[in-house]
């Protein structure tokens, strides 16, 4: 065809097809997802591997990396990986070979490293044309089996090279080593195990397909990290995640000082400098955290002022780790700087359990323990079946062999006598002694050696091995429980070479739940100081150094005044309550100096801006206060119960419109009455026992008025009496012991008070 010319009718949006956008965009995008979920991001459950681990670990078999041979060039893989079997970027495929060789990332490396292949401190591997590499023995296990027809080959992208479909070996790589990816819509997560552990728990299932899942968690327990650490959740937690296959525990790193004299700090990781001094040694750090990292966070604490209790850090790591944390002072408690470090850094990180694999059909589900083994012994029992069926294969086409050459040397004089005279020996022997073609062909193509005596014993002997080995191999396919024991068998084999007691089976994680923690609050951190906070009616607040007079005549700026002065501790929290009925919560050491006028409270809390604060009261644990509205009524309330974590307060008393919360005083332990006093000048006192105890409400009535409300209320100790300050110059209390005159039922109006009493009806 001539290329010049065109043909003019044929217009090239003709070949665009006329579709709703939507459709087409979710068509496309749903060959996208699957494509992601079933051959990139989730391990498949009968080898644990994803596709590029799988690819690179067989272009290693391939190089003959085995590992009695000598290291090969990082590159020679990675080339070979992206030129034949996987053609995605040579740097993925790199990361994806690093990590197989970092024995901080996987519980049981699948490829030994020489050279620079990065560090727990989170620092890169060397490029990979200064790395090598090889396989490591657990990876020819993983592989066991590739030449004896156990698995499919499929063809590689191009069509020109096979790979095999998944790895045949009896390693339980995808508990062993576990796997982590995100996919579309779905994602996975599993930890690394212990491979005694898991056999032990497939052989309990293989002998009982009826198992509990709690004898199951018995015998495998949870997690075991390449780094150790500690699982710190209850058994009970960590059995429930495994059930469903979905859940979470918490890991935190190791405190150990094996320098440490004493055993019990050792395990504590206390080492004693003399003096009473002493410091914390960090021996093992969560799973996936980069020590560095870890450092730069507990620097930052100091930095910043977060962690007041803890001096210095220092990285003392070599091939083990080791950082130490320094304490301010030898008073501080190693728990609490231990629960601190925890609470404020990655020391303790969460680890999300995801059993989410690709079945045997490459379909994902999320797996509970019991069924992600049962399917893993069922893939294991079909690959058993077909290594003794592609054996069987093997016996039967050896068998005609050696039957013809048995033939062959019982009729030796004739054979020869055929070849040297026949211009067709090959038809003429297989007419004669009823032979095969493959047999007739492998007798015209003996060696001349292989004709001595000796040769007729040897091959009489193979086909009695063969038959016998058949016979072994019949009764094995044809019998479950035949099968069911050789997989017992061939696990008890892999369980001795990953035992307890080899360097590369001994467990690294303890399973321990943690004690109860340290009751941990900032305020254990500050140090204590005595302060006197100062609120003036605009509502400035300040903490002037030690305990002041409280009549000491504080500076206000102009036109404001004194409203509040208390006596604190800066460990103390402040409770401040507003007429809306609001409490806010204000920490003693956040206030400024006294050196000026303070700063406004409302750049602290967020109190409304027509609302006035009405108290301010320092918190006592288990302590109570009394709250009463301007409509008369009231409660008590625990301290405990006011406190509010945020700065838009908690609200404690509903107040209707036109009612304001009016008094909130401390009760004191000793106390066992209310008094109330209305503005109509009439006094009651009731029982405190009267007074029901809430978290929030409006409260109940404590003095029936006519007119006007509440003008103040107190609790006191009846015994005692009521006091208050007489006016004028002499500044005297007067005492009034005998209040039985007032005592009545809460609720009542009440009577005119003692004579003297304040003018402006205030206790």
Not at 85 to 91: E, I, L, N, S
Not at 249 to 275: P, Q
Not at 355 to 383: C, F, H, Y
Not at 427 to 440: I, K, Y
């Amino acid at each position: 065809m001539d290329t010049t010319t065109t043909d003019e009718s044929s217009d090239p949006f003709d070949a665009i097809v006329d579709a709703p956008f939507d459709s087409a965009l979710s068509e496309r995008y749903l060959v996208y997802a699957l494509s992601t979920i079933t051959a990139r991001s989730l391990p498949d459950l009968r080898d644990g591997l994803k596709p590029v681990h799988r690819r690179l670990l067989w272009a290693m078999r391939q190089l003959k990396l085995d590992p009695s041979q000598a290291f090969k060039k990082s590159a020679r893989v990675v080339g070979d990986v992206i030129g034949k079997y996987h053609p995605h970027g040579d740097q993925s495929v790199y990361d994806a070979m690093v990590r197989l060789a970092q024995d901080f990332a996987l519980r049981y490396p699948l490829v030994e490293g020489q050279g620079n292949f990065g560090n727990i401190d989170g620092d890169n591997a060397a490029a990979y044309r200064y790395t090598e590499a090889r396989l490591t023995p657990t990876a020819i296990r993983l592989m066991a089996g590739l030449d004896e027809g156990t698995v499919d080959f499929i063809p590689t992208y191009n069509g020109e090279e096979e790979e095999p479909e998944i790895f045949p070996g009896l390693f339980p790589n995808l508990l062993a080593n576990g796997a982590s990816g995100i996919a579309v819509g779905m994602a996975t997560n599993i930890p690394s195990h212990n491979v005694a552990e898991i056999v032990d728990a497939t052989l309990e299932l293989v002998d009982n397909p009826h198992v509990e899942h709690s004898r199951l968690m018995e015998l495998f327990q949870g997690p075991d990290f390449p780094t150790g650490g500690v699982v710190v959740d209850s058994p009970e937690t960590i059995a429930a995640a495994y059930e469903t296959g979905r859940g979470s525990f918490r890991v935190r790193g190791r405190f150990r000082a094996d320098e440490a004299d004493k055993e019990e700090d050792r395990e504590a990781g206390i080492e004693r400098l003399g003096g009473g001094q002493y410091q914390l040694v960090i021996s093992e750090i969560p799973y996936m955290v980069q020590k560095g990292k870890l450092i730069e966070q507990i620097a930052q604490l100091i930095a910043d002022r977060k962690l007041p209790i803890l001096e210095d850090v220092r990285d003392e790591s070599d091939e083990h780790i080791r950082i130490v944390l320094v304490p301010k002072s030898r008073n501080v408690d190693p728990e609490l700087l231990k629960e601190s470090v925890y609470k404020l850094t990655d020391l303790e990180t969460r680890f999300g359990l995801n059993l989410n694999v690709l079945d045997a059909t490459r379909t994902p589900m999320v797996m509970g323990l019991k069924e992600l083994l049962a399917n893993w012994i069922a893939s294991q029992i079909d690959i058993l079946q077909r290594r003794s069926q592609h054996r069987l294969d093997k016996i039967a086409a050896r068998l005609e062999l050696v039957e013809g050459y048995i033939v062959a040397f019982l009729n030796l004089d004739r054979i020869i006598e055929i070849i040297r005279t026949e211009d067709e020996p090959k038809s003429v022997m297989m007419a004669e002694f009823n032979l095969t073609d493959r047999q007739a062909e492998a007798i015209l193509n003996m060696r001349l050696r292989s004709l001595r005596k000796l040769e007729e014993m040897e091959l009489r002997q193979e086909r009695d091995d063969l038959l016998a080995e058949r016979d072994e191999l019949e009764k094995l396919l044809a019998s479950p429980a035949r099968q069911r024991t050789r997989l017992k068998r061939d696990l008890g084999q892999l369980r001795k070479e990953y035992a307890e007691d080899t360097p590369l089976g001994r467990r690294r994680t303890t399973i321990a739940e943690a004690a109860p923690t340290v009751e941990f609050s900032m305020d254990a951190m500050i140090e204590k100081e005595p302060v006197t906070v100062i609120l003036s009616q605009r509502g400035w607040i300040r903490a002037a150094k030690g305990h002041v007079a409280l009549d000491s005549d504080f500076k206000f700026k102009e036109g404001d005044g004194p409203a509040f002065a208390l006596h604190a501790q800066t460990t103390d929290k402040l409770l401040i309550a507003a007429d809306n009925g609001r409490f806010y919560t204000l920490g003693a050491d956040k206030l400024p100096g006294a050196r000026g006028f303070g700063e406004p409270i409302r750049t602290m809390v967020d109190i409304d801006a027509d609302a006035q604060i009405v108290s301010v009261l320092v918190y006592r644990s288990k302590g109570q206060v009394l709250a009463a509205s301007s409509a008369g009524k009231g409660f008590a309330a625990e301290m405990d119960e006011l406190l509010a974590e945020t700065r838009k307060g908690r609200q404690v008393m509903n107040v209707k419109a036109g009612v304001k919360l009016a008094v909130v005083r401390e009760i004191a332990p000793e106390h066992d009455h209310v008094a109330v006093v209305g503005d109509n000048r009439k006094l009651v006192i009731f029982a405190l026992e009267e007074l029901p105890l809430l978290a929030r409400g409006q409260g109940v009535a404590l003095q029936r008025y006519r007119d006007g409300g509440l003008s103040d209320a107190v609790t006191l100790k009846l015994e005692d009496g009521l006091s208050w300050t007489m006016g004028g110059e002499t500044g005297r209390t007067r005492t009034e012991k005998d209040m039985m005159l007032w005592k009545v039922a809460r609720g009542a109006a009440g009577r005119l008070p003692p004579t003297g009493f304040p003018r402006d009806n205030k206790f």
